[in-house]
């Protein structure tokens, strides 16, 4: 499924404003992939997201951003951080790439951490699910979202300076957020700066709940970005900095488990008085004595592309990022525990021309970490992750058939600074057909191996002294077991495609088999607080997502859409835990001259399928609705004023993906009111 709209920056006149928001017809080339395919073109369903629908949709986590997309749910923690859900599978499944490049933080860790990008500043989001991603490591085994930016530009800008600002206002969390950019070219040199400035209040729930807000649920965030490069006609060079300072609350937290601890496969949580005296002072407590995080971000990122190198070379690209990360959870005003994370990752890539009817990519990639947690909460042991890998991805047609072969070999060391140590070597292949026909429908069928290295967090979590302490953001005890093996994923995907005419449609169907799938088994259960292990267990997902969509008028089309996962272990062995329960929707939206609106309605069912300690999810009906309008300015200037309602039947809603589901329900019914120009 496709989203396209143009970007804000560029010059639009009348009739092009009049076309944004109608059903995408043009051809959008997926950047991720390494052939750069179209998103009609590709073996799996990609989804791609930008212009003024993603500046609408745009919300302050990546998560909250694409959730509600066919397939993609997100494993929300209150408003300051929200991974992205991909068929049931989130991180360390779901890698977040900056323009192919590995994001190097701290999410893969814990849904509490949040994934270092402003979605304000993206021009556009790839997602890529099944066999599509494989290229991109095992950290992608579940699917991989590439953030497209303009930090570094890639063209010469218009009349030599092109630029956009925004503001806008949310009513749920009183949200107050600037957002700037401007790109200006002096000869082949352009440069580029960006920032934005987000403040919002806890948000507002229906009164069910029980309390007005979700306590902890704010954010602080401020991002800065300045970069260069230097173009020419057959490629570009260059490099930026991008600074991020993100606080944000932690919902669900509760003195209360601070002396919890395991005894074999139980957990014990001192006395009744204690935890009624803790309680008791919780509640005394103001907002400025919650827990927290203080995250600080910086990034540099290295980035070059050369085409037409040669009949035989079509394209050589690099892509090398540096990053200095950290976050430290704040308790009373103390910090508690801080992690951080010294890492690199460096990727080329070389695109060959056809060779006796192949034409492909090939590609090596190193990435390093340095990740260490020190204070109250040390209960990962401070270590070294090196990963190297080599892949390839070669296609070839005949026909209306073409062929893809894909693969990657990787070899993973984690060092731990007490001398242990541990090597994997995962190996992923993956081949799909592509039949076209009559150039209106298409149908894709491909089958993947993959496998993943198990990662610091599963192996040695509170594995040995002095590295064991509670996980009070998530109100957890976690262990993990050193001796865990590879995870290996085999799939099946088939995708069925119309995309020509007043009806087009994209329907993805899958299914997945994992020997040794890792996963977090509660033990034991105090309260909200859970015993975990990390397990390995043979397991299956099946499911299908897609959507529908017909052009009524040349002005209005309907859409309906849905997904579905099932995700058990096998033989006999019970549900997996936090698996989104299916949905089923629709749309109208339609274009009036400057006008736009839409309105969405879509249906998200009980999740009854819980694993061990898991209580069911109730169903909700979710109705959002847009309405933009768009004038000009000046003669290379436009702006548009939009706002968008999100949950305006006040639905109290609890998210079956979320850790803290029960502590955090989603934010009741919000207007965010915006007002962008560009030039």
């Given at each position: 499924m496709t989203i396209a709209m143009p970007a804000l920056a560029e010059e639009a006149n009348e009739s092009d404003r009049q076309g944004q928001?109608?059903?995408?017809?043009?051809?959008?080339?997926?950047?991720?992939?390494?052939?750069?395919?179209?998103?009609?073109?590709?073996?799996?369903?990609?989804?791609?997201l930008e212009g003024d629908d993603l500046v609408h949709r745009a919300q302050s986590t990546l998560g909250d951003t694409l959730a509600g997309m066919p397939g993609i749910n997100?494993?929300?923690?209150?408003?300051?951080?929200?991974?992205?859900?991909?068929?049931?599978?989130t991180s360390p499944r779901v890698q977040s790439l900056s323009d192919g490049s590995n994001i190097q933080d701290a999410s893969a860790i814990s849904p509490d951490h949040a994934v270092t990008t402003e979605p304000l500043l993206l021009s556009g989001i790839e997602v890529l699910r099944g066999p599509s991603a494989l290229i991109y490591g095992g950290s992608a085994i579940g699917g991989a979202v590439n953030l497209l930016d303009e930090k570094v530009p890639t063209n010469l800008p218009e009349g030599g300076i092109t630029g956009a600002v925004e503001g806008r206002y949310g009513t749920s969390d009183n949200e107050q957020t600037g957002v700037g950019g401007i790109t200006a070219s002096i000869g082949q040199f352009a440069l580029r700066l960006e920032g934005v400035r987000r403040q919002?209040?806890?948000?507002?729930?229906?009164?069910?709940?029980?309390?007005?807000?979700?306590?902890?649920?704010w954010a602080d965030t401020s991002t800065i970005t300045v970069g260069g490069s230097w173009i020419s006609d057959n490629g570009y060079v260059g490099l930026a900095y991008t600074r991020q300072h993100n606080d944000y609350g932690l919902p669900g937290h509760n003195h209360a488990y601070e002396d919890c601890h395991p005894h074999g496969g139980e957990i014990h949580c001192g006395t009744h008085d204690e935890e009624d005296d803790h309680e008791h002072d919780h509640e005394e407590e103001g907002h400025e004595d919650a827990v927290f995080t203080k995250l600080r971000s910086e990034r540099v990122d290295f980035r070059g592309e050369?085409?037409?190198?040669?009949?035989?070379?079509e394209r050589v690209r690099f892509r090398a990022a540096f990053t200095d990360y950290s976050h430290s959870e704040i308790e009373e005003g103390d910090v508690a525990t801080t992690f951080t994370n010294k890492a690199h990752d460096m990727r080329f890539e070389l695109t060959h021309a056809?060779?006796?009817?192949?034409?492909?990519?090939?590609?090596?990639?190193?990435?390093?970490?340095?990740?260490?947690?020190?204070?109250?909460?040390?209960?990962?042991?401070?270590?070294?992750?090196?990963?190297?890998?080599?892949?390839?991805?070669?296609?070839?047609?005949?026909?209306?058939?073409?062929f893809e072969l894909a693969a990657r070999h990787e070899w993973q060391t984690i060092k731990i600074n007490d001398g242990r140590k541990t090597t994997h070597r995962p190996f992923s292949v993956s081949g799909a057909a592509i039949w076209d026909i009559d150039g209106d429908y298409s149908v894709a069928l491909s089958i993947a191996r993959s496998q993943r290295a198990p990662n610091v967090q599963e192996l040695f979590a509170n594995t040995g002294a002095p590295w064991r302490g509670i996980h009070l953001a998530t109100n957890t005890?976690?262990?993990?077991?050193?001796?865990?093996?590879?995870?290996?994923?085999?799939?099946?995907?088939?995708?069925?495609r119309k995309t020509a005419g007043d009806t087009t449609f994209t329907l993805g169907l899958y299914h997945q088999d994992y020997d040794n799938y890792i996963f977090a088994q509660t033990l034991d259960q105090f309260e909200d607080f859970r015993l975990i292990r990390y397990m390995a267990g043979d397991a299956r997902f099946t499911g299908i997502d897609g959507d529908i969509r017909h052009q009524v008028t040349p002005n209005v089309g309907l859409a309906v859409f849905g997904d579905y996962v099932r995700a058990k272990l096998k033989d006999g062995g019970g549900n997996l835990p936090r698996i989104p329960?299916?949905?089923?929707?629709?749309?109208?939206?339609?274009?009036?001259?400057?006008?736009?609106?839409?309105?969405?309605?879509?249906?998200?069912?009980?999740?009854?399928r819980i694993a061990s300690f898991e209580t069911r999810t109730s169903g909700y009906t979710m109705i959002n609705a847009t309405l933009a309008y768009s004038f000009d300015i000046g003669e290379r200037a436009n702006a548009e004023l939009f706002l968008r309602g999100t949950n305006l039947a006040n639905e109290l809603a609890y998210n079956h993906a979320s850790f803290i589901k029960d502590a955090a329900p989603l934010r009741g019914r919000s207007l965010l009111i915006g007002l962008r120009a560009g030039f």
């Open positions: 928001h109608s059903r995408p017809d043009r051809e959008i080339i997926v950047t991720a992939h390494p052939l750069s395919l179209t998103s009609d073109e590709t073996a799996t369903p990609v989804i791609s997100v494993d929300n923690f209150g408003g300051g951080a929200g991974r992205p859900v991909i068929r049931g599978q919002t209040d806890d948000y507002e729930v229906p009164g069910k709940f029980g309390e007005a807000q979700v306590d902890g649920s050369y085409r037409d190198i040669s009949r035989v070379i056809r060779l006796g009817g192949l034409r492909g990519t090939f590609g090596v990639q190193h990435s390093h970490t340095n990740f260490k947690a020190i204070g109250e909460e040390q209960f990962l042991p401070p270590s070294k992750t090196d990963n190297t890998a080599l892949f390839l991805m070669e296609s070839f047609n005949a026909g209306p058939l073409r005890w976690e262990i993990g077991t050193p001796t865990l093996g590879k995870e290996t994923g085999k799939s099946v995907d088939l995708t069925v329960a299916g949905r089923l929707g629709g749309r109208v939206d339609g274009v009036f001259g400057p006008l736009y609106g839409d309105v969405e309605l879509y249906q998200v069912f009980e999740q009854g």
